[in-house]
Each structure stands twice: as C-alpha cells, then as structure tokens.
C-alpha cells in the first residue's frame, strides 16, 4: 500500500471517542485494532526504508571516514515528513479502510 497518498494529518489530532467506538462498541478493541495496524505499518514502511538505505551501505573499514550523501539524507528526510503510523492507522479506521474481527474469529467485520 502506499503510505504517502493517504491523507492523514501530519500533526496529533483530538479524537471523539465516542465516533471512534461506535462500530466496534469496545473503547480497548478499537484501540487494539488501530495500534496493531499502526505496528503493521510501522513495520513495512521500516522495511521499505531499510532497503532504500542498503543501497549507500559502506562496508566495515570505510566506517572511519565519515561522509554525506544527500540523496540518503534526502531519502530519510521524505519519511521523516511522513504522518507518524499511529496517525496513518487511525484514519484508515476513520475511513473504513481496515478488515478485522471482533469476538468470534466468524464475525467478520468491515
């Protein structure tokens, strides 16, 4: 999925829990759904990161001279910029955009 064409906020935003809660109706399953999606992403967009970065690796004996590269830098700054997972997580269940389930591994919802 590609985390930087959603539109979520870049900076912390108050909730209504109360909105928030109403299709699970549990204030913690709907707080558990949202921190395991943002894990998720979190993750993947670590992934991605890492293997961006493997490109400018520098082997063990140049570690002594140190350099910048400013596409590295300009690469970690565009994920710097980038809403926090938390954020991206929390809109996607805003949005509807998250399956899971709830009680019964049956009950499926959307």
């Not at 967009?45 to 910048?68: H, I, T, W």
């Not at 980038?82 to 805003?94: N, Y």
Request: glycine share 2%.
């Amino acid at each position: 999925m590609d985390y930087k064409s959603i539109k979520a906020p870049k900076n912390t935003m108050t909730r209504d829990m109360n909105e928030l809660t109403e299709k699970v109706g549990n204030v913690y399953e709907t707080v558990a759904i949202i921190s395991k999606r943002a894990n998720q992403i979190s993750n993947a967009l670590k992934r991605e990161l890492d293997s961006k970065l493997a490109d400018f690796a520098v082997p063990q004996d140049a570690l002594d001279d140190s350099f910048e590269n400013k596409e590295q830098i300009e690469i970690s700054r565009s994920y710097e910029k980038m809403p926090k997972s938390t954020l991206i997580a929390t809109q996607e269940f805003i949005d509807e955009q998250l399956i899971y389930r709830v009680g019964n591994k049956d009950d499926m919802l959307k």
